[in-house]
């Protein structure tokens, strides 16, 4: 129990250091400054009732003949109303009307960019963990608000605690024995607000999968695409009845600790306000009997009062605070998700980046949930070689491009690029030869250029630009955009203007023609585009890709027989390779699925 408590605090201590660290490091200055109008703030309570018992003492008690008011009343009155003055405007004007929101803004700033940071460094094998998903989907929900508010938290601690002190030493004189027992009636109450804490983030986080599910619905409902499926296939009131049953167990989730501890609650102060009244009527025959001033029973009273409040706030907020670590954790543990693919210690980098030889050598390949892919594939490309990869949906021939993108490493046998096991390059050297067009790919739903120099980020070339637009057959399309370039597409932003799955297609194709790098792999590239423009496309493609390497994953034969090679891939396993008149000539699994296809154009 006791190991427990110490290694919490330990976990408590390093955390905010680490976080403190990050806010540091944005804005010292800043930082800073937020902290003193806080400390500001702390001790002027202190200050204030100090003058006050003066001036009851000075201005009230003495003889009610005086008619002058001495000077030093005046100050002393003076000197009171400053203060207040003062802690107002450090308080209120500086501390929560300025620096609270700069600093906020700039925290959340600060958090979001390293959160999406993190996620473009994240490996695939990450991206596609159910686990990591919901962790993300932790973040995302609460960092934007749960950080500030912690760094916030952390100044009302700072305040109150100080607020304490000061009002502990203000007391001591009348009694050592009352500070000990005002901060004792309010211990209960903090350790409530502990563990009230822990339990409703505990709740959070046990209902967090659900919460990604509720985020996943309200995300489908705010897409067109599903929006349309929905009016047709009539699944709108079932999709809305589910949501509204995922929010009904999340709120009975949350509720929960707030139910438990209720009457606790409100019980709790009032028994507070009975210890305070008890000990402020312990003095007052001191007073009666002449012992203590006016003045003096005055600060003791504002002092007893403050000492309460503020003791009963530090509980409060330092149990906030704590409950917002808990949730700023789940931000540390995103940023502290290692690589799963290894960096080799020394990578090895080619002399030029050109068409390399890639062989697959006995790779096999199972998916981290346990599914077999790939099953003791080999084979080689040559520097140049066009190969086409064809089989049933589910044989394994994005797996194939996935593991040659080393977005996961193979479970056996080896990728040689040049002779060079795969592990051992450069990652971001070996994506320099890589130019790719995946089977989902991405709609920027930016502009038009945005969307074809995004091939090649680093390299501004209109020439090229217009070239790979062409050649992608997107030119008309271009041309025919009012913005033409400079057009926003898409519906999500004014003036947008929207393509069809088609069109979306070519600038993609655009894109991977403007990156020319020397492997180009596309996976069904022309799925959408219609036969017209899909064979002047590859009459392109042909003319561009002639010394350079390109793989082909498709399902349309009219595409793939023109492969210098094409490996047929079934349940894993490469089951025959050839050229097309060759792998038809054997009349085996190519030449089946071929006369099938073709048997449907007669
Ligand atoms: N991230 C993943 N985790 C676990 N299994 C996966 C994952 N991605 C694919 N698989 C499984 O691996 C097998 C091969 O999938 P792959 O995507 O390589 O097929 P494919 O040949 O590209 O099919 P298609 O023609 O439909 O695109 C499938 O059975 C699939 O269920
Ligand atoms: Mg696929």
Known sequence: MKRTWISRLAAVARDTRRILAIAWR???RLTFLYYVTAFVAAVVPLASGLTLALLIDRVVVPSPAQVTVPVVAVIVVATHFAIVAINAAVRFGLHEQYYDYVFRYRLQDTFTYRFCEKLTQLDVPHLEDPEVQTLITKVRETHAWRVPDFFRMLAYAFIAVVAVVAAAAGLIPYGAWIVPAVLVATVPRIVLRLRFGEMQWSMYGSGAPESRKLWYFGDLLSQISALRELKVFRTAPSLLARYREIQARIFALGKRPLDRYRWVSVIMPLI???VVFAIAWSVLPAVAAGALSVGSFAFFVTMLQQLATWSAEAGSCCSMVYQ???????????????????LAERPHRFARIAPPRIEFRDVSFDYPSGRPALRGVSFTIEPGESVALVGANGAGKSTLIKLLCR????????????G?????????????????????????????????????PGRVDEAAMTDAVRKAGAADLVRALPGGYDQILGTEFADGEQLSGGQWQKLAIARAFYQSAPVLIMDEPTSAIDA????????????????????LVSHRFSTVRNADRILVIEDGRIVEHGSHDQLLAAAGRYA??????????R
Request: glycine letters at 4%; hydrophobic letters at 45%; charged letters at 20%.
């Open 272 to 274: 507070e306000g009975v």
């Open 592 to 601: 089946a699925m071929f006369t099938a296809q073709a048997a449907g154009y």
């Open 532 to 551: 017209e423009a899909e064979y002047e496309i590859f009459n392109n493609l042909e003319a561009e890709y002639r010394d350079k390497t390109l793989i």
């Open 324 to 342: 917002n670590l808990l949730y700023v954790r789940h931000w540390n543990e995103l940023m502290a998700l290692p690589r799963v693919i290894p």
């Open 407 to 418: 977005f996961y490493d193979v479970t056996a046998g080896q990728i040689l690029i040049n």
């Open 26 to 28: 944005m804005d010292a």
């Open 420 to 456: 060079v096991d795969l592990r051992e390059l450069d990652p971001a050297h070996w994506y320099a030869h890589l130019g790719t067009l995946f089977q989902d790919f991405v709609q920027y739903k930016l502009t038009v250029r945005d969307n074809v120099l995004f091939g090649d």
